[in-house]
Structure formats: structure tokens, C-alpha cells
């Protein structure tokens, strides 16, 4: 059975729990710490693992079961059912915890609409953009500090816009679709901003991750570079 995990139920960026269990249970089954053919926990005792209520846990199943991982048999219980075409919030977020899987969580360090700076590959039709500093959890354990930096002709995010899953903001707030990525998975050395939370200090040598994004324009409309924790994540990615 799955342990328990923490839900964020603090922070503004936060989405709501029955989401955040519905894409907990996903990523397990994506790492194969949920299996095709496994029946779950009994809802109640399910939805005590996390620390919600039965009503709240029926919902996150129903997601999973739109989305054909679950199967729901009357006076037998739920069983998880392998899909591996299923879309979640999360799809594109490739790093797990070194025992796979992890809810993803962020805490914003800085967001602010500035010049893009020289030493950033070109990207995008604008000089300037939405650039946003975060810690990333997976489980509430930090792994990574990132910095995103959305092309300003996309539009200007604010910080009472902001989502822990960054696509779901473009997608809520600009209707955009982030379609595609493309990884460039190297080494480098920790920023100097990154904070105390991070195990790692500024200058250590670490797993290091350039990512393009793209919508439907030919030119990328997101940039990003992710610093993470190689003792404490992996970047994994599985080809079906």
C-alpha cells in the first residue's frame, strides 16, 4: 500500500486535495509503485492514509477513473488499470524521489516581470518576460530549485495567478497549451539565490536540467533551468 504522504494545504498556489491525491496516485502508477491488476485500500482507510475525507477521496478517484486508471467494481473495491496514453497535470514534470513518484510542490522564491538577461538562449518573440524563482518538493522533501522564465508576448503572470503546476496557470489564465518540451539533462553549479531550504549549497556541482517549451507558435514560449538534488531525485523518462 501506498504510504501516507503530505498534501499542501497551506499555500495560495496549491491545488485543491482532491487533485493533489488524484496526481499522487497517478505518478505512483507511472513509477510502478501502483501496478495493473492491484486493488486499492478501502476508501475509508484510503482516505485516512491522506489525511482527507471519504467525499474528498471519491473525487480524486473519479479523476483517475476518467482518465482509464481505475476501475471501479461494485461490493469488490477499486483496482488500478495501466494507461499509458493518461494525461495528468504533471505528465511533463520529470523528476521522482530515488524511491519514484513524489507529489510535486513548489514555494515561490521570486516572481517578477523583467529584461531578459544576455546570458539566457534565445526564446520567444519579446525581450523581456514573466521570470519565477521556485523550491521544488516532491512529497514536501525539496529537490530542486528552478527558474522559469515565460516569453512576455505570452502575457505576465501574477503572483495571485500562480499554480504549483506552472502549464495549468498558462492554460487557466492565457489558454495556453504547453504541447511540447525538449530536456537538456547536464551537471551545473547551484545559483547563488538559491535558499537555506535547499540542501545544496550556491556553487555545488549538480544535476542540471535546460528545458524548452513550446505551444502552438514555431518559436518556444518557456525557458527553464532546474538545479536538482541527485541524492535526493532522478530525472526519469519512460518510453512506452
Known amino acids: 500500500m501506498t504510504p501516507p504522504h503530505d498534501l499542501d494545504r497551506d499555500t495560495p498556489t496549491a491545488l485543491p486535495i482532491y487533485m ?20 486499492l485500500a478501502p476508501e475509508r482507510e484510503l482516505a485516512k492514509s491522506h ?8 473525487k480524486s478517484l473519479a479523476e483517475l477513473e476518467k482518465k482509464g486508471l481505475l476501475e471501479r467494481i461494485q461490493g469488490s473495491g477499486n483496482y488500478i488499470r495501466a494507461n499509458h496514453k493518461a494525461q495528468s ?14 507529489l510535486p510542490t513548489a514555494d515561490i522564491l521570486d516572481l517578477a516581470a523583467v529584461a531578459k538577461p544576455a546570458d539566457l538562449p534565445a526564446f520567444g518573440t519579446a ?6 524563482r521556485r523550491l521544488r518538493f516532491l512529497n514536501r522533501v525539496p ?4 527558474e522559469i522564465w515565460l516569453d512576455g508576448d505570452a502575457g505576465v503572470i501574477r503572483p495571485e ?8 496557470t498558462y492554460q ?16 551545473g553549479h547551484v545559483p547563488d539565490w538559491a535558499p537555506a531550504g535547499f540542501a545544496l549549497r550556491p556553487g555545488t556541482l549538480t544535476g542540471y536540467i535546460e528545458r524548452f517549451s513550446w505551444a ?25
Open 89 to 102: 497535470i504533471y505528465s511533463m514534470f520529470r523528476l521522482e524521489l530515488t524511491t519514484g513518484g513524489g
Open 172 to 187: 487557466m489564465q492565457f489558454g495556453l497549451i504547453i504541447a511540447r518540451a525538449e530536456d537538456r539533462v547536464s551537471i
Open 20 to 39: 493533489q491525491i488524484s496526481e499522487f496516485l497517478i505518478r505512483e502508477i507511472a513509477a510502478g509503485r501502483l501496478v495493473d491488476g492491484q486493488r
Open 216 to 240: 502552438e507558435s514555431p518559436a518556444p514560449v518557456e525557458f527553464s533551468r532546474t538545479w536538482f538534488d541527485t541524492d535526493k531525485a532522478l530525472y526519469v523518462q519512460r518510453l512506452i
Open 127 to 132: 525581450d523581456h518576460g514573466t521570470r519565477i
Open 143 to 146: 529537490i530542486a530549485v528552478e
Open 51 to 58: 489525511g482527507t475525507t471519504v467525499r474528498t477521496l471519491r
Open 161 to 168: 495567478q500562480m499554480s504549483d503546476s506552472l502549464y495549468r
